[in-house]
């Protein structure tokens, strides 16, 4: 009787260790992921897949927090249509909302959700260096148990799919900047060659518009002289 508890012990602690083992390898390769791409899409998508298999899950969803539209659904994944707008309404609301702002994950209950079989629902931070900037929602089977330390490792992960998405954000707004000091310096190289106020304004117009496209450009001078340039090429 010792030998056969012995042996399921053994079994036991062996099968332990392959499920951390199997977690390590998922960071590691979440970890790459975040650092091969500065996509955005791409982030999003291979974050949100490496991070569902660590609760065995094909339900999951990535809400990001925006500007003035607030909490947005970004990437979907085995939701239905009608489930994905609450996810957005409810991030900052009650107890979730709380944990959720707080930086801390958060496992509900969603019984009113059972027919879809969803019951659970856990809630990851996505943390930034200037505090929360999304989440990532789970949802395991009814059946899954999901251990402490798996509940750590799921906020490892969402750390690393958090540095990707800042990185990547960094990345873009640097291209963004450096775009716009390379039209300054383009008008000033072709300011110089102009003869005429007029050649003048309608260059500064044409790379206005390159910073801020529109139909039309419109220069108002001190001296009352309107210009109205039509800039659209498209």
Known sequence: ANQAAIAIQ???????VQRRAERFRTLEKIGDAMLSSLDLDSILREGLEMIMRLVKTEKGAMILKGGQDGWKVRLAQGLSEEIVPTLEMSVAEGSRGI????????????????????????SVPLRGKGGVIGVIDLFPSPLAHISGDEIETLQVAADQIAMGIENTRLYHEVQERLGQAQIFRD??????MMSTEDELLNAAVRSAEKLFPCDYGIIFLYESKLILVNSCSY
């Open 99 to 122: 944990s959720v702002l707080q930086g801390k994950i958060y496992t509900s209950e969603w019984s009113g959700l059972s027919k879809e079989g969803i019951r659970v629902r856990i």
């Open 187 to 192: 008008f000033s190289e072709v300011a110089m």
């Open 10 to 16: 053994n079994a036991e602690n062996y099968q332990e």
